[in-house]
């Protein structure tokens, strides 16, 4: 009986157990099978947080990967307003810290948003503030400012990012979806006290760093001789650029008005826009270049050949055109160098309307060239079809036709190298860490192409150099170094009356430097500049002349001509001066000694252009040529070059037959390895032929 | 141990028999005098006794006890011993792990925050030094503090062409030497 007791109340404890049992494994198989879904989402809201942070822009450096753009880390607050317990006291000390209306921060923590930004990127002040806060419910999150450590330094080219770190402009818009990099979440589990662990950082991708072609040196010297320009002619805008004509390479791409991008919110459009590669302007004088050089890659005239210039007017189609200065007859190399525009409209002529539309579009106008930054223009070329029969001297003189700077550089650098147009860009490689990546998209460096002979750009230089020499550029001439430009001045259409302005110009200068082995190509165009005399002549010249001056030996490149006696005492003469100069003078040198009048310029080209042809002042003057270049005129391919080996020299021959020009001159010092320009015409040899 | 008690039969006088499973009470039989022996057989047998007394004996094996078990069983249980403890050494791992991976965690999430702080650093250094070689920074502190010019054009003198390993280590500190 007793046992039967034992039994039955065993029954009842085993029954009891199994049931619990059974209720729990029902529970738990309930929940893992039905409800599984359910309560795993539940439990990541409630444990996990998935917070989408502003990823880390990759860094902008210059060449020689020194950086130009950079991000750093911040720290920003937010608040899961759910989680502020004492919201008036919280509200009350937030705005104490942090320095904003307690409306405000009342309005975003009742916004009934599970996450709200108190204040983003905060200063370090701040950062330790709000963390001394120890508010619950208020938290500090990282991302990322972005700074220009250069400030206004190639900011045109860099752009600008916005809040959220997104690029608006410049490299920074271009390249915004390399740089930015992905999607960058930090996902972390919190436990019981929220506090954070188990962070994730699988998903972070830092953007892509970009080097750039740019030179920070040579960016400062093109801005600060722009700057310098703009001050004195109080132009309300101006361009410099200078390229690196055997590849395309911008080097400094420098606009008046500058803007500080790390402030560019503020800043008016205007201020930010990179008149370099959008501003469309009649090129001037400057296009007579492409004139010249489509006749004579036609063989169609010669650098010596004589063209009568009417006495400074021509009529083309019913229209009287009149030139600067009453010109009679000038040979080819003297239209260039005086920049005559009936000169260059009769070569036009004899050149035809076809073939010159077609040069035109081979050295890239009317069409954009294909630059790595955002918001280039095309220019403005008629088609040829919409050509009037005025239209081709208009063109022949750089007129009805738009250009940019780019287009424009981009074109004498081709002249520079030989004949070859290259694609201009400025990103230079492309690295994520260590590792440098493969180009692509616009930064893609496609292969050059030819528009000219280079027997056509050999002759181009050598009138080009003669532009400096005796021409209309001579202000621009370097002291220590051959140089070739062209200078420019275009009048700019008078809104008002829709006729082109007599007061209004855009200036410009296009040149290179040396003349043999050009290293870099250097465009100055100063829109609009007050006073007179305003042309290309005296007022993008000479600032053509101070950038190379600077950029020619920071680049370690070799002097290929003697300094001159005047400009050596006009050196001298300066250093004094500036020795006695303000200190708020910030131009490297005072200018002053040389003439920047026209007027002026016209006394001393009788000293100076008969400078190179005076041996014996050359000699006093040397500063270290050990050779004296020969005169190879009338020599044979064969003796010219062994009189180069027997010197020392390097000679680069062009064309054929006979030598009948050469760069540098006769009598020339230079060192042994110096490249000795011979240029070769087979008409000597045929006289007859000669036009 | 069970302890039986027996009286003996009339061959030992009814007393217990001290056998080899047998306790008896009397030590030692020979010990009680033959006299009172005697006189209690005497009574046994001339008259009814007023009480039987039974002496039962249960066998008790008081040796030790060996169980007999089947090997294969024997070996099967040790595996499931065996088993069992390394499942529950596992779990006992797992769960020691989890708990110090949280732990751990937890001090990652610590380093993480010294990393950042060290990272942020380096990149405000970074960009302090950027800052600091700001071109138009050292020229202004060139021409304003220091009083310096710019070299005129006869100040500054080319190097003699060099060849050699002089001008590859030129190229190489100046990388972008012009040609």
């Not at chain 1, 465009?523 to 002349?545: M, N």
């Not at chain 1, 026209?598 to 041996?615: C, D, F, R, V, Y």
């Not at chain 2, 751990?104 to 380096?122: M, R, W």
């Amino acid at each position: 009986m007793e046992q039967e007791k034992v039994h039955a109340r065993l029954l009842v404890l085993a029954g009891v157990a199994l049931f619990w049992m059974t209720a729990i494994f029902g529970r738990v198989a309930y929940l893992q099978l039905f409800c599984h879904s359910e309560y795993l989402a539940r439990a990541g809201r409630q444990q996990r947080r998935t917070i989408e942070i502003t990823p880390r822009r990759g860094a902008i450096y210059d060449r020689n990967m020194h950086p130009l753009a950079m991000s750093v880390p911040v720290q920003s607050a937010f608040a899961v307003p759910s989680e502020v317990k004492d919201r008036p006291l919280a509200v009350r000390l937030l705005s104490g810290v942090l320095g904003m209306p307690a409306e405000e921060i009342r309005e975003k923590l009742d916004s009934g948003s599970t996450f709200v930004w108190i204040k983003r990127k905060l200063p370090p002040a701040m950062t330790e503030a709000t963390t001394s806060l120890n508010l619950k419910g208020i938290y500090l999150l990282g991302e990322n400012q972005r700074y220009y450590p250069k400030r206004e330094l190639g900011s045109h080219v860099l752009g600008f990012v916005d809040v959220d770190e997104k690029g608006l402009g410049g490299i920074e818009h271009e390249y915004d979806y390399l740089i930015r990099g992905t999607g960058e979440k930090i996902v972390v589990m919190a436990d019981a006290k929220q506090r954070w662990f188990d962070g994730s950082e699988a998903q972070r991708d830092r953007g892509v760093d970009v080097v750039l072609t740019l030179d920070e040196k040579i960016q400062y010297i093109a801005e600060r001789e722009l700057a310098a320009a703009i001050e004195k002619t109080h132009a309300p805008a101006g361009t410099v650029i200078v390229q690196d004509p055997n590849s395309g390479a911008i080097l400094a791409m420098a606009n008046w008005p500058k803007f500080n991008p790390n402030a560019a919110v503020d800043v008016p459009t205007e201020m930010r826009k990179n008149r370099a590669i959008s501003d469309i302007y009649e090129p001037g004088s400057t296009f007579k270049l492409v004139t010249l050089a489509a006749a004579f890659d036609q063989n169609l005239i010669r650098a010596e050949e004589v063209f009568n210039c009417e006495n400074g007017a021509v009529t083309v189609a019913g229209h009287l055109i009149h030139d600067h200065k009453k010109y009679g007859m000038l040979t080819v190399a003297d239209i260039l160098a005086n920049s005559s525009d009936v000169g260059a409209i009769k070569i036009a002529l004899r050149l035809g309307s076809p073939k010159f539309y077609d040069y035109i579009r081979a050295f890239g106008f009317g069409s954009p060239t294909g630059i790595d930054l955002p918001g280039e223009s095309r220019g403005l070329l008629r088609r040829l079809e919409h050509w009037g029969s005025y239209s081709i001297a208009s063109v022949s003189m750089g007129q009805e036709v738009g250009v940019t700077p780019l287009q424009m550089i981009t074109a004498v650098s081709a002249v520079a190298n030989g004949g070859l147009l290259y694609k201009p860009h400025v990103v230079q490689e492309m690295r994520r860490g260590n590792h440098a990546l493969p180009l692509e998209g616009p930064s893609v460096i496609a292969e050059p192409k030819r528009v000219i002979r280079p027997e056509t750009a050999a002759t181009l230089r050598r009138l080009m150099e003669g532009v400096i020499l005796h021409g209309t550029g001579k202000i621009a001439r370097l002291d220590g170094w051959t140089a070739g430009g062209k200078t420019g001045t275009a009048q700019k259409i008078d809104p008002a009356t829709g006729r082109y302005s007599r007061t209004n110009v855009i200036a410009s200068f296009s040149g290179f430097a040396p003349i043999n082995n050009p290293v870099v190509t250097i465009l100055v165009s100063i829109d609009s500049p007050a006073g007179y005399p305003h042309d290309g002549a005296t007022v993008a010249a000479p600032v053509f002349k101070r950038i190379a001056e600077q950029v020619l030996p920071y680049l370690d490149v070799s002097r290929d001509v003697p300094l001159s006696p005047q400009l050596m005492q006009a050196a001298y003469r300066t250093k004094n001066e500036t020795d006695d100069a303000s200190l708020d003078d910030l131009s490297p040198i005072d200018f002053s000694a040389q003439p920047d009048a026209p007027e002026e310029a016209a006394k001393s080209e009788q000293t100076i252009t008969n400078l190179p042809k005076s041996p014996e002042v050359l000699m006093a003057a040397d500063e270290g040529g050990d050779v004296v270049v020969p005169d190879f005129t009338g020599k044979t391919m064969r003796e010219v070059t062994e009189g180069c080996m027997r010197l020392g020299l390097d000679p680069v021959l062009v064309g054929s037959r006979v030598a009948v020009q050469q760069t540098p001159g006769a009598g020339a010092k230079v060192r042994r390895g110096t490249k000795v320009t011979v240029e070769f015409d087979d008409t000597l040899a045929r006289p007859g032929k000669s036009r | 141990m069970a302890t039986a008690y027996q009286w003996g039969g009339a061959g030992n006088g009814g007393f217990p028999i001290a056998g080899q499973d047998r306790i008896s009470l009397v030590r030692n039989p020979q010990s009680v005098p033959r006299a009172v022996r005697q006189s209690l057989a005497t009574a046994h047998r001339g008259r009814k006794p007023a009480m039987v007394e039974f002496c039962t004996v249960k066998k008790i094996d008081n040796s030790r006890l060996v169980r007999h078990v089947e090997p294969v069983k024997l070996r099967n249980l040790y595996r499931t011993v065996a088993l069992g403890g390394i499942i529950a050494a596992f779990c006992m791992l797992y769960i020691y792990q989890h708990f110090h991976c949280i732990d751990l965690s937890f001090q990652l999430e610590d380093l993480k925050g010294k990393q950042e702080q060290a990272q942020a650093l380096n990149s405000e250094l970074k960009l302090e030094i950027a800052t600091l070689r700001d071109p138009h920074r050292i020229d202004v502190i060139a021409r304003h503090q220091l009083g310096l010019t710019q070299p005129t054009a006869n100040q500054v003198h080319e190097y003699a062409n060099l060849d050699g390993a002089e001008v590859a280590a030129v190229q190489y500190v100046r990388p972008y030497r012009a040609p």
